[in-house]
């Protein structure tokens, strides 16, 4: 599997970001981690607190969409893996998030932005455990 390098696609991507992680934490006070949206959505508190929510979320499915379409590259999405590889990845990132106080967007985008030792911590976890894995199934594995 090759990864394709797009350093100025991967910029736009993350200055999107962080300015709506800027905006979410000036208009709503809020920390913009994808688990806990999404965790929102599924148990509500509010009716403002799920609008905010379903928008970024319709956002994150959209975007790609749309920006595919403004400059004519489609957006694909390719599943590699079986569905119950698919069940397994879900449930461990759920155990994971649970355990670690958060998710990778929480931690690593607003967690770091704020100097938090246990967001940087964290975030240094994640990444330990990526570059094994991936190194595991690349290269011991062969997947």
Known sequence: ???????LLSLGGG???????????LSLGRVMGATGILNGILQPAG???FSWRAAILLGMMSGPVALGAIFGMPATIQVVSSAPMLVVSGLLVGVGVTYGGGCTSGHG???NARLSARSIVATVTFMLATFITVFVLRHVVGV
Do not use: N
């Open 1 to 7: 599997m090759e990864t394709a390098f797009t350093p």
């Open 15 to 25: 200055l999107l970001i962080g300015v709506s992680t800027v905006l979410l934490m």
């Open 47 to 49: 009716g403002q607190d």
């Open 109 to 111: 985008i607003c967690g």
